[in-house]
């Protein structure tokens, strides 16, 4: 949903004004949208061995920058100590107050995932989508060819949430938009031994997702209460990495330096997460991981293609409003 609107973002649109001639507009399908609810929560008692169990191998300290409108963002993945880690572009935990926002932007070549901590956020596309997401709730995006959207705040304070940018493959770039919006009380959800998970994409604790993720993804939240121990399996040739909400906690090695809110840990290969809470307060993370792409990633704001020529192609397809973009000149998201 969200672009970062970086330097860079503000350097594309001005190349595009400069190096382009404006042009009439054509039509743009419509996304398509899917709402999703499958509610499950279980109880459930089960011990896990991992053979490679995975060791905490970075760890980045998300520091508060602006982006959009006014708008706060505590970005990870993203910045240049950890520019990606594929699939992953980017990892926003933002904090928003109206009027502050993230008015109208573009998205080419990768998807959008964003999960609402706290308040409510509004989003509006150019295909006539529009609606609201409150707390808990999941919006999965498929920006695919192109969208044109805007994220604005809907409440009075602190609108709170994550946003994760997930990379398509080369075969997936170019195919139509689509959402996946699930609300916070169909998201699956499962207890075990004092931790709790809500599972947006993947498996935990026997409980699936219905999300549908065309890039393999697993996406978890889990609060582990004191004194309390996760095993969370990962597919051993995927990357992952864990970022802490609230309080802290022990990752890897039960021998490890404790982790605080607001780091990134990367994480290494191996089938399995052991997490220990030994703080006298809950301990609440998001556990992601997805199977790497191995292609290239070349990026201009929020463009993501494999190749400089792509990304050119993008800018001119943006700016003449062509190949997904048809109607990128003719709409303005509604105040």
Not at 17 to 32: E, G, R, W
Not at 214 to 240: C, H
Not at 271 to 295: I, T
Request: aromatic share 10%; net charge neutral; charged share 20%.
């Amino acid at each position: 949903m969200r672009l970062r609107y970086s330097p860079i973002y503000s350097s594309l649109l001005s190349n595009l004004s400069s190096s382009f001639k404006q042009t009439s507009l054509l039509c743009n399908p419509k996304a398509k949208i899917f709402l999703l609810r499958s509610q499950t929560k279980r109880t459930i008692m089960s011990a896990v061995n991992f053979e490679k169990p995975r060791q905490v191998i970075k760890k980045v300290l998300a520091n508060s920058q602006e982006e959009g409108v006014g708008a706060n963002v505590r970005r990870s993945i993203g910045r240049p100590e950890l520019r990606n880690l594929d699939p992953f572009l980017l990892l926003d935990e933002f904090e928003v107050s109206a009027p502050a926002g993230f008015p109208d932007h573009p998205h080419r070549g990768f998807e959008t995932v964003t999960y609402m901590l706290h308040g409510s956020f509004t989003h509006q596309d150019f295909a006539g989508h529009k609606g609201t997401i409150g707390t808990g709730d999941v919006q999965w995006m498929t920006a695919g060819r192109g969208i044109v959207h805007s994220e604005m705040p809907a409440g009075e304070g602190i609108q709170k949430g994550l946003q994760l940018w997930i990379n398509l493959s080369s075969k997936d770039k170019m195919i139509e938009p689509r959402y996946q919006e699930l609300q916070s009380k169909d998201i699956s959800q499962a207890e075990k031994d004092g931790v709790e998970v809500r599972i947006i994409a993947g498996e935990a604790f026997g409980v699936q997702s219905p999300v549908y993720t065309r890039t393999p993804t697993m996406y978890m939240d889990f609060t582990v209460k004191p004194g309390a121990k996760l095993q969370q399996p990962i597919s051993e040739n995927w990357n992952s990495f864990v970022y802490i909400l609230e309080g802290e906690g022990v990752f890897g090695s039960e021998d490890s330096s404790p982790a605080a809110s607001h780091y990134c840990l990367v994480l290494s290969p191996g089938d399995g997460l052991n997490v220990w809470n030994k703080s006298a307060k809950p301990l609440r993370f998001v556990l992601v991981g997805g199977q790497p792409l191995n292609e290239p990633v070349v990026q201009h704001g929020p463009f993501v293609m494999n190749t400089r020529a792509e990304i050119q192609k993008t800018m001119e397809d943006y700016y003449f409003g062509r190949n997904g973009f048809e109607m990128a000149k003719q709409w303005n998201s509604q105040k």
